[in-house]
Protein backbone atom coordinates (compact mmCIF):
# COMPACT_ATOMS: atom_id res chain seq x y z
CA UNK A 1 0.00 0.00 0.00
CA UNK A 2 1.54 2.95 -1.07
CA UNK A 3 1.58 6.09 1.51
CA UNK A 4 2.90 9.89 1.15
CA UNK A 5 3.41 11.55 -2.15
CA UNK A 6 0.52 14.26 -3.86
CA UNK A 7 -2.90 13.39 -3.44
CA UNK A 8 -6.00 15.06 -5.82
CA UNK A 9 -7.57 17.90 -4.22
CA UNK A 10 -5.33 17.76 -1.05
CA UNK A 11 -4.01 21.20 0.30
CA UNK A 12 -4.40 24.69 -0.11
CA UNK A 13 -6.15 25.74 -3.71
CA UNK A 14 -4.09 27.97 -6.28
CA UNK A 15 -5.00 31.37 -5.55
CA UNK A 16 -6.19 31.13 -2.40
CA UNK A 17 -5.12 33.27 0.47
CA UNK A 18 -4.35 31.71 4.04
CA UNK A 19 -6.17 33.12 6.54
CA UNK A 20 -3.29 35.29 8.25
CA UNK A 21 -2.80 37.07 4.78
CA UNK A 22 -7.00 37.56 4.60
CA UNK A 23 -6.73 39.28 8.07
CA UNK A 24 -3.57 41.19 7.75
CA UNK A 25 -5.53 42.76 4.38
CA UNK A 26 -8.95 43.23 5.91
CA UNK A 27 -7.02 44.88 9.12
CA UNK A 28 -4.93 47.23 6.92
CA UNK A 29 -8.33 48.43 4.96
CA UNK A 30 -10.14 48.58 8.33
CA UNK A 31 -7.52 50.86 9.53
CA UNK A 32 -7.63 52.44 5.83
CA UNK A 33 -4.38 52.55 4.78
CA UNK A 34 -2.75 49.86 2.54
CA UNK A 35 0.63 48.80 2.49
CA UNK A 36 1.06 50.68 -1.29
CA UNK A 37 -0.58 53.98 0.63
CA UNK A 38 2.04 53.33 3.12
CA UNK A 39 4.90 53.11 1.02
CA UNK A 40 3.49 56.34 -1.12
CA UNK A 41 2.74 58.50 2.36
CA UNK A 42 6.62 57.43 3.10
CA UNK A 43 7.97 58.06 -0.33
CA UNK A 44 6.13 61.82 -0.60
CA UNK A 45 7.78 62.87 2.66
CA UNK A 46 10.17 65.12 2.83
CA UNK A 47 11.93 64.14 6.47
CA UNK A 48 12.46 60.84 4.86
CA UNK A 49 16.27 59.65 3.91
CA UNK A 50 16.87 59.45 0.06
CA UNK A 51 17.69 55.72 1.02
CA UNK A 52 14.41 55.35 2.48
CA UNK A 53 12.28 57.24 -0.37
CA UNK A 54 14.55 55.67 -3.52
CA UNK A 55 13.40 51.76 -1.46
CA UNK A 56 10.00 53.02 -1.20
CA UNK A 57 9.70 53.93 -4.69
CA UNK A 58 11.40 50.86 -5.78
CA UNK A 59 8.74 48.90 -3.88
CA UNK A 60 5.66 50.95 -5.19
CA UNK A 61 6.43 51.14 -8.65
CA UNK A 62 5.29 47.65 -9.83
CA UNK A 63 1.72 48.68 -8.23
CA UNK A 64 1.80 51.84 -10.16
CA UNK A 65 3.60 50.84 -13.33
CA UNK A 66 3.34 47.88 -15.30
CA UNK A 67 6.66 45.95 -17.01
CA UNK A 68 6.17 46.24 -20.71
CA UNK A 69 5.83 43.18 -22.35
CA UNK A 70 8.49 42.86 -24.59
CA UNK A 71 7.96 42.32 -28.33
CA UNK A 72 9.47 40.19 -31.19
CA UNK A 73 9.46 41.72 -34.17
CA UNK A 74 9.85 39.79 -37.88
CA UNK A 75 9.63 42.29 -40.69
CA UNK A 76 9.08 40.78 -44.49
CA UNK A 77 9.90 42.95 -47.29
CA UNK A 78 11.47 44.42 -50.42
CA UNK A 79 13.80 47.10 -49.57
CA UNK A 80 15.34 49.33 -52.56
CA UNK A 81 18.06 51.33 -51.81
CA UNK A 82 19.45 51.78 -55.04
CA UNK A 83 16.64 54.60 -55.73
CA UNK A 84 17.23 57.00 -53.27
CA UNK A 85 21.01 56.72 -54.48
CA UNK A 86 20.19 56.91 -57.83
CA UNK A 87 18.33 60.67 -57.10
CA UNK A 88 21.58 62.01 -55.32
CA UNK A 89 23.63 61.15 -58.38
CA UNK A 90 20.86 62.96 -60.81
Known amino acids: MARGGAR ?12 KTRAIAEGAVANGI ?9 LRDDQESAE ?12 IHPRLASV ?5 GHITIGSALDQLDG
Open 8 to 19: PGAGRKVGEVTR
Open 52 to 63: VRRDMAKAAAPY
Open 72 to 76: EANIT
Open 34 to 42: TPLEYMLQR
